[in-house]
């Protein structure tokens, strides 16, 4: 199995920046893909950006040219770099990992974009 730990959130102004942190642990061999997923106010979850197989991304239409996902693999980390934000940018920020037989999410990690 494997556990994922997401930290970096924060209060931050409109087009400020924020780099969020996702830490993986257990069979990191097993992970397929690692991604940022998000819950606004009153909204549900959507997918925010992705990294398959360590290089291949995805991101939602909403933040590219603006969010980078990258994976370190010594650290067995993932991170999402945040530029020119957004107020609408504001939510949970959850870290998710997924491979053959499992999908592990982390605790969340709140996002506020405000003058």
């Known amino acids: 199995q494997v556990q994922v730990v997401g930290s970096g959130g924060g209060l931050v102004q409109p087009g400020g920046s924020l780099r969020l942190s996702c830490a993986a642990s257990g069979n990191i061999a097993s992970i397929y893909a690692m991604a940022w997923y998000r819950q606004p106010p009153g909204k549900e979850r959507e997918l925010v950006a992705r990294?398959?197989?360590?290089?291949?991304?995805t991101y939602a239409d909403s933040v590219k040219g603006r969010f980078t996902i990258s994976r370190d693999n010594a650290k067995n980390t993932v991170y999402l770099q945040m530029d020119s934000l957004k107020p609408e940018d504001t939510a949970v920020y959850y870290c998710?990992?997924?491979?053959?037989?499992?999908?592990?999410w982390g605790q969340g990690t709140q996002v506020t974009v405000s003058s």
């Open positions: 998710h990992a997924n491979g053959a037989g499992f999908s592990s």
């Open positions: 990294i398959i197989s360590g290089s291949i991304t």
